[in-house]
């Protein structure tokens, strides 16, 4: 699906109320309020627009429970764009006196450290020795988080434990491709993912160089403005999102680092940042010189490398033993929203996984339905995250499968928090990650 550009309310005129949005809205499954509801905040627009209602703080606090995950979007018959109506409302609520002041001052506090990798890796650094060790532990098991501010324990929850790779990226400019070249593209490495999951672009890394890939990644790259793009916050966006396409620009071209060959794609493993990066032409009045592609995509859209596919191994189950024909490592996919409902992709990512040895897929039944992490979601709305965390993680773990997949950063640390309260917790991997794994032996 692409990008929306900002509507007025005369996108709403398709709307007939029919409720078709409702068990796909994430915020209406966990309040049960009509005003929380795609259909209510539509209603809403509407009287806003004829000056039957004001949008005070009561107004802009249902508003505030949207997730924006779009998946109304992908389920209204009637061709409603509530992500565009979404997009042009969100900076009105960012207006004085519409949130109380503790919640400006979090918010403000969020977009001046997540979109800022070395802003973050400074604070980190601190956190470092406790972030996975028993200490942290012992606290999550004790009960002190109850007594913490909700948003702060809500940040502690999501911290994972810190690695090397956390605090330097390390990655040369230019990885050549093995064998011969077929494509040459740059790869954007997201703010959050690489300090919290760096292994992921690793493995990225690795995947692509495999396939005759060859990748550049600039060493200057910052956010790509996802975060605050989602949020309303206009200018930090295009601040950010200018500053990204200026690192790549920096580096590639005549007389530049990483030579003047052009790219064929700038690729992403984080689809929240992918859409984003998509809409830059809509933000920013500009773009990359390359079409931004999410790498699953791109790498389903030009295929496997015959070498690559032929050197896959079957994964091990988490006992060590390698998946057979008849016993088979089973998968639940889950579908990032602003992968699924706001790029329209799913069969790519699954056909990529397809083609490991002896992996079976299996579909949970709400599949399409928000995970609760959507950006800052659950950070500034901690309970209602951890309710849609929560059921995401059931509705996961009745598939049967041994191992859950997410190709978003925010969705892989939601369900892992979610997963330490399920009976039976199943690990949560990025498929990029599982294609290296396979590729290199197929080892854990």
Sequence with gaps: MPAATPASISSTDPCVHCGFCLPSCASYQVLGTEMDSPRGRIHALKAIETGELALDATVAGHFDSCLGCFACVSACPSGVRYDSLLEATRPKLNAPGLRSPAQNLFRQLLFSLLPYPARLRAVLTSWRSYAGSPLQALVRRSGLLKLAPP??????????????????????????????????????????????????????????????????????????????????????????????????????????????????????????????????????????????????????????????????????????????????????????????????????????????????????????????????????????????????????????????VSANIGCTLQIRRAMEAAPEPIAVEHPIQLLDRSFRGGLP
Excluded: W
Aim: glycine content about 12%; some cysteine; charged content about 15%.
């Design 151 to 404: 948003q702060l324990a809500a940040l502690e929850q999501l911290l994972p434990a810190l690695s090397n790779e956390s605090f330097s990226d390390g990655l040369a400019l230019v990885t050549p491709a093995q064998g011969p070249r077929r494509y040459r593209v740059g790869l954007v490495l997201g703010c959050v993912q690489r300090l919290f999951e760096p292994g992921v672009n690793g493995a990225a890394l690795r995947v692509l160089s495999a396939n005759g890939i060859e990748v550049v990644i600039p060493p200057n790259q910052g956010c790509c403005g996802a975060m605050t793009h989602h949020q309303g916050e206009e200018q930090q966006t295009r601040d950010l999102a200018k500053a990204l396409i200026a690192s790549f620009e920096a580096v590639v071209g005549p007389g530049k680092a990483a030579g003047s060959e052009p790219l064929d794609a700038v690729l992403v493993a984080a689809s929240g940042c992918g859409h984003t990066l998509k809409a830059y032409e809509q933000l920013v009045g500009s773009s990359f010189s390359a079409p931004v592609h999410d790498i699953q995509a791109f790498l389903h859209g030009v295929g496997l490398s015959e070498s690559f596919v032929a050197g896959l191994s079957p994964l091990s189950h988490g006992d060590g033993r390698p998946a057979s024909a008849a016993d088979p490592l089973e998968l639940a996919y889950h579908d990032a929203c602003h992968m699924l409902h706001g790029q329209g992709i799913r069969d790519e990512p699954r056909q990529l996984l397809a083609q490991i040895p002896h992996v079976r897929l299996k579909e949970a039944v709400d599949a399409g339905v928000c995970c609760g992490s959507a950006g800052i979601y659950n950070l500034v709305q901690p309970d209602e995250a951890s309710e849609l965390g929560r059921l995401k993680a059931v509705d996961l773990c009745a598939t049967g499968a041994s191992l859950a």
